[in-house]
Each structure stands twice: as structure tokens, then as C-alpha cells.
């Protein structure tokens, strides 16, 4: 056994293989972007927050790990796809050497991110919640049909900045975005938003931080 880098895991073209399927499959169905732009900015600020809580470096590699691979459940199926993905997971890093106390801490922070059924069980996973749920930005929607747009669509797009600050002193993480409210409302927004915005609130509580939103200038949590 060894100790698999993320250089590993992002050059490993199987694993990449899996991910532009994933994605593909997604765009058929005309969900948002979960391609690279989606994994890798999870992976970069999942493992930067852990360092900045105290985490180890090992944990913090493992979390770009889980990050990068969150979304591979989506090659077979969206529905359950957390729990399809850590299945994958499991197969392919054990694949490529991991030791099982690695490969668990990676596979259950990947089954642990869909808001449905997540919970932070680890502090891989409470990094991963985190990181994933507060990528919300225009750039990730692919309808170039205005008029189309489903209400993910409008509330992506609605987005015009996202700033996400951790205050590792103070204890706080800050979702805060400006959204406007001609494309969709701030109602529209906790529709679609709500459960993972309490997530978050979970995944921070895990490190002991308070996660603030703030839209518009004003705190709404």
C-alpha cells in the first residue's frame, strides 16, 4: 500500500474518463455543469479549508481526493449517484493502491455529499459538503435559451458574484452573492438552496463554525 496523491488520481484516465461521462450524461438531461471546472474547484477549496482548520496534509489530500471524484456516480445513474460513486470509488482507488483506512475516509465523504442523505461523518466529508454546495455561479449553466431556463437554470444564472471566505479565527465561513432578482428571487433561490444551505450549516458545525449566507448585503443565516 501507498500513498495515492491527487496527481494520481487526476492523471488517472480512467477516473477521467468517468467524470466526462458523468457529465455528459448530466448535460442530456440538462442539469448544470459537474465537469472538471465543478470537481477541481471543490478539490482546490476543500483541501485549502482543512489546512486552514488545523487538518493534517494527508487529510487534506484526501478531501482533494473525495473532491475530485464526488460527482463519477452520475456515469450510471443521477438518482442515488453519492452512493453509486463511493461504490466506484472504493473499486478504483483500491485499484490503485490505497490503503483501506484511506479508501474508507474518501468513499464515505463521497457517499455522504448528496443533500438528500449526506451528513459530515469525517472531516473529509464535512470539507467536501462544504466546498460542493457553495459552488454556485453563472458559469455553470449550459442553456444558452434564456426563455428555457428551469428554475437550477435561473438560479445559477441569476448569480452574478459568489465570494466564499473562511475566517478560521473568528470561525465563520461566508457564502455571500449577489443574485439578481430580475432572473430570480431570493424565493426562488431557498427553493432550490435550502437543503444545502443547511447542510453547509451541519458540515460547518462539524469544524465549529457558524456558516453564514449572505445575499443581496443582507444575512439570511
Given at each position: 500500500m501507498e500513498n495515492i496523491t491527487y496527481a494520481d488520481v487526476k492523471h488517472c484516465e480512467e477516473i477521467n474518463t468517468y467524470i466526462r461521462q458523468a457529465d455528459a450524461s448530466l448535460k442530456a438531461m440538462g442539469f448544470t455543469e459537474h465537469a472538471f471546472s465543478h470537481v477541481e474547484r471543490c478539490a482546490?477549496?476543500?483541501?485549502?479549508?482543512?489546512l486552514e482548520l488545523g487538518g493534517s496534509g494527508r487529510d487534506a489530500e484526501l478531501a482533494r481526493i473525495a473532491a475530485y471524484m464526488h460527482d463519477i456516480g452520475n456515469v450510471i445513474n443521477r438518482h442515488n449517484h453519492a452512493q453509486i460513486g463511493a461504490v466506484l470509488?472504493?473499486?478504483?482507488?483500491?485499484?490503485l493502491g490505497m490503503p483501506p483506512e484511506e479508501v474508507a475516509a474518501v468513499v464515505a465523504a463521497i457517499g455522504n455529499h448528496d443533500e438528500a442523505t449526506a451528513y459530515p461523518v469525517n472531516a473529509v466529508a464535512a470539507a467536501l459538503i462544504l466546498a460542493d454546495k457553495t459552488d454556485v455561479r453563472r458559469t455553470r449553466v449550459r442553456n444558452d435559451d434564456i426563455s428555457a431556463f428551469d428554475i437550477h437554470d435561473r438560479v445559477n444564472y441569476a448569480v452574478t458574484r459568489a465570494d466564499t471566505e473562511l475566517d478560521?479565527?473568528?470561525?465563520?465561513?461566508?457564502?455571500?452573492?449577489?443574485v439578481d432578482t430580475e432572473?430570480?428571487?431570493v424565493t426562488d433561490y431557498f427553493e432550490i438552496f435550502m437543503g444545502?444551505?443547511?447542510?453547509?450549516?451541519?458540515a460547518a458545525g462539524f469544524f465549529g463554525l457558524h456558516f453564514k449566507l449572505i445575499i443581496n448585503g443582507s444575512v439570511l443565516m
Open positions: 482546490d477549496f476543500a483541501s485549502r479549508w482543512l470509488a472504493f473499486g478504483l482507488l483500491g485499484k478560521a479565527e473568528a470561525r465563520i465561513l461566508t457564502l455571500d452573492l449577489d432572473i430570480c428571487s444545502r444551505m443547511l447542510l453547509c450549516r451541519r
